[in-house]
T-cell receptor
Framework: DAKTTQPPSMDCAEGRAANLPCNHSTISGNEYVYWYRQIHSQGPQYIIH???NNETNEMASLIITEDRKSSTLILPHATLRDTAVYYCIVRVATGANNLFFGTGTRLTVIP | DARVTQTPRHKVTEMGQEVTMRCQPILGHNTVFWYRQTMMQGLELLAYFRNRAPLDDSGMPKDRFSAEMPDATLATLKIQPSEPRDSAVYFC?????????????FGPGTRLLVL
């Protein structure tokens, strides 16, 4: 049961910022926004998560709108190795710990 | 650099044979998940464990699939008998204990082909 909507594909020039949008208009107050990515032939990789504040780590930044109905994952300087499928997932932090991956956004970083 | 390990990485078998996939979660993690990925269905949760106890296996075909955690360092997923429609990549993931940190760390997967 998908709770998120993402564009199926995006391109980004190498070295530029990649901004991946996600809509989650039905998000509940206790649900976090998680981002994972899956590089071809590998297992999904955790990127970042947040509840309502913007978050930043060594991989990316997560910007969540004030109403929490959408968010953007930002890869500040995309490299060819960032080419992957990016999944935006909303879920409660405790209890049911399964992740519903949906179809994600296929990001292609172009040289 | 702690990682989830899975064996075997690849498996080709014939229909009707038993298949056993193994997963070693990251040391200290107390949740283990099994997912299956196909082109048609994407990533689907099959089962998950917390502190070695199965919490949800509703995504798993009960008649042929079974998942266990004999100890905290080993999780197994068995298919008996296997069928061609079981061909997929099977991922194991583990997660740390704690409140609010439900991040899952995935292994490299087992690519299963049932002929």
């Amino acid at each position: 049961d998908a709770k998120t909507t993402q564009p199926p594909s995006m391109d980004c020039a190498e070295g530029r910022a990649a901004n991946l949008p996600c809509n989650h208009s039905t998000i509940s107050g206790n649900e976090y926004v998680y981002w994972y990515r899956q590089i071809h032939s590998q297992g999904p990789q955790y990127i970042i998560h947040g509840l309502k504040n913007n978050e930043t780590n060594e991989m990316a930044s997560l910007i969540i709108t004030e109403d929490r109905k959408s968010s953007t994952l930002i890869l500040p300087h995309a490299t060819l190795r960032d080419t992957a499928v990016y999944y935006c997932i909303v879920r409660v932090a405790t209890g049911a710990n399964n992740l519903f991956f949906g179809t994600g956004t296929r990001l292609t970083v172009i040289p | 650099d702690a990682r989830v390990t899975q064996t075997p990485r690849h498996k080709v078998t014939e229909m009707g044979q038993e298949v056993t996939m193994r997963c070693q979660p990251i040391l200290g993690h107390n949740t283990v998940f099994w997912y299956r990925q196909t082109m048609m269905q994407g990533l689907e949760l099959l089962a998950y464990f917390r502190n070695r106890a199965p919490l949800d296996d509703s995504g798993m075909p009960k008649d042929r699939f079974s998942a266990e955690m004999p100890d905290a360092t080993l999780a197994t997923l068995k298919i008996q008998p296997s069928e061609p429609r079981d061909s997929a990549v099977y991922f194991c993931a583990s997660g740390p204990p704690g409140w609010g940190d439900e991040t899952q760390y995935f292994g490299p997967g087992t690519r299963l082909l049932v002929l």
